[in-house]
């Protein structure tokens, strides 16, 4: 599921991130990583039971065979791998001469 589809879902039933939060005693931005990209069972094990279906219904992609599947986060939440042009190159900022003046892309 989509993670709007799973807030929908969890508001047609009454309950809000917010409310499952205050019942687990968690900040609210616990609960929304856990339906996004940083696993929590605990959060997921609710969630599930509030909407009535197994955890691996809801994120199948996090679920593989009935085993827990502990790939990158960004294909857990759903998201799409960064290509390798756009990553982050330290080494070649520090050949260009940026990344030793204390800022990443140089002086700005």
């Not at 960004?74 to 990344?99: F, K, M, N, T, W």
């Amino acid at each position: 599921m989509h993670v709007e589809d799973i807030k929908a879902a969890l508001r047609k039933q009454g309950w809000t991130l917010t409310s499952i939060a205050k019942e687990l005693n968690i900040g609210t931005s616990a609960v929304s990583h856990a339906l996004t990209r940083q696993r929590s069972r605990r959060i997921e094990q609710v969630v599930a039971s509030k909407l009535g279906l197994p955890p691996h219904e809801i994120w199948p992609q996090r679920y593989k065979r009935g085993r827990v599947n502990h790939g990158p986060i960004h294909q857990q939440a759903g998201g799409y791998p960064i290509p390798q042009a756009q990553r982050y190159d330290s080494e070649a900022l520090s050949v260009a001469g940026g990344a030793d003046r204390g800022h990443p892309l140089g002086s700005h």
